[in-house]
């Protein structure tokens, strides 16, 4: 089994520039292409429900800037981490730095080479109606890199947080002691591999009532650097997700 030490220690570590510095030129010649920016990963609403029922937001209170699309910036230097920070108390403030980095400012999240995104969705129905939106994310892009890579989902409802570790299957059986509380509370979670899908069944409610008329949502993302595959042959490969929210059963 490798450490994060012996990792550390090895050529290994160079992973993560060479990769940092392939994702940028990817994504940069993706954004050519399509003539607009692009990230490392995008989030948007099903046509059928953009603005009748459901957007997205950084400032739910600012209609004006309601959108349907937002796209991640480019992660310009991944790298091997275990971030056990991440699942960590203070005092009696469960998982901190999750909800430190969940109630910071909305947008780009870039902290300790763990990346992400954290946005409102915004219920707007127009008679108030209570919606349940399903939460999908895919892979556009994968030759290899999300073969070490994290993501992690959370939002806070009801007094209660919520969230979710996916990984794909180890090549090798691996027990990550840094994730110990998540496996204790059934949240880790795999994908197969070869599967452009990473999960298609989260789903939140999100009242109508106005005031209250919106959930935020952090999704990250990170390298592992005790994962069995985070080894040379992820050297220069690279992915991109896409994160859809579409409503079920929706009123008028």
């Not at 429900?49 to 910036?73: G, M, Q, R, V, W």
């Not at 108030?128 to 989902?153: C, E, F, N, Q, W």
């Not at 009532?209 to 959930?215: A, F, I, K, V």
């Not at 592992?224 to 220069?236: M, Q, R, V």
């Amino acid at each position: 089994m490798k450490s994060f030490v012996s990792l550390f220690n090895t050529k290994v570590f160079k992973i993560g520039l060479l990769v940092a510095l392939f994702i940028t030129a990817a994504i940069i010649a993706i954004a050519m292409i399509l003539g607009q920016e692009a990230g490392f990963f995008t989030i948007r609403v099903q046509n059928g429900d953009a603005l009748k029922t459901i957007t997205l937001a950084l400032n739910p209170e600012d209609e004006l800037h309601y959108s349907t699309n937002f796209n991640a910036k480019p992660i310009d230097d991944f790298d091997q981490t275990s971030p056990a920070y991440l699942f960590q108390s203070e005092g009696t403030k469960r998982f901190a730095k999750i909800m430190d980095l969940h109630n910071g400012p909305a947008g780009d999240i870039s902290f300790d080479k763990t990346y992400g995104y954290s946005f409102y969705i915004v219920n707007t129905t127009a008679n108030h109606t209570d919606v349940t939106v399903k939460l999908s994310l895919s892979m556009t892009k994968d030759d290899g890199l999300s073969d070490a890579i994290r993501v992690m989902t959370y939002y806070e409802a009801n007094g209660y947080q919520h969230f979710s570790v996916y990984q794909k299957t180890d090549t090798e059986p691996k027990v990550y002691a840094e994730y110990q509380e998540i496996e204790q509370r059934n949240a880790l979670k795999e994908f197969r591999d070869g599967s452009t899908t990473v999960f298609n069944d989260e789903e939140v409610t999100i009242t109508g009532t106005s005031g209250s008329n919106y959930l935020r949502y952090t999704i990250l993302f990170w390298l592992e650097g005790e994962d069995p595959d985070c080894t040379e042959k992820i050297l220069g490969k690279s992915a991109a997700f896409s994160l859809l929210a579409e409503v079920e059963g929706a009123g008028e």
